[in-house]
């Protein structure tokens, strides 16, 4: 399901990664939301309510100035094609696990608790076709990690 959307997109015509730099006066843009359950090589399951970054100006903005963040909430950007990835969180205030997703929905790695407000570059293991970032540290709480799957249960919204 999760390349279906991707292939949605491409024919959208959403844009790639990296977003030009987003200024703090900037409002929060609108969020499409849907659901993204990680089915772990473990038996594990775990869903997440998720904002959707599927155009540019969502990709820039991303988590910027979120203070906190539910445990079971995060934010999907989904890009129009394959290729290396790479975020920094400039203006992000919490700590984030990211997970990079190729575009068979199989993680491609795990960036563990990336730093805020920093502009080190967190990067994927070659090309991805999405990033969900989740709270830090939830993905080593729940045994996420490369080689798990990342299903896109819906969106709905706009």
């Known amino acids: 399901?999760?390349?279906?959307l991707f292939a949605f997109l491409v024919l959208a015509g959403a844009s790639l990664w990296p977003p030009a730099e987003a200024p703090a006066q900037q409002p929060r843009?609108?969020?499409e939301t849907g659901q993204v359950t990680i089915e772990t090589q473990h038996g594990g399951s775990f869903t997440f309510d998720v904002e959707l970054a599927l155009?540019?100006?969502q990709q820039t903005y991303g988590l910027m100035f979120v203070?906190?963040?539910p445990q079971d909430a995060g934010m999907l950007f989904i890009f129009p094609e394959e290729g290396p990835r790479s975020f920094w969180m400039r203006n992000t205030l919490i700590p984030l696990d990211m997970i990079f997703i190729r575009a068979d929905g199989t993680i491609a790695n795990v960036?563990?608790?990336a730093e805020p407000q920093t502009d080190t570059p967190r990067?994927?293991?070659g090309p991805v076709a999405a990033v969900l970032e989740v709270n830090g540290g939830l993905t080593a709480l729940l045994g996420i990690a490369a080689g798990d799957r990342v299903i896109l249960e819906g969106a709905e919204g706009n």
């Open 111 to 113: 960036v563990q608790r």
């Open 67 to 69: 203070e906190d963040m």
């Open 123 to 125: 990067r994927s293991d």
């Open 29 to 31: 843009p609108e969020f």
């Open 55 to 57: 155009n540019r100006g």
């Open 1 to 4: 399901m999760l390349r279906h």
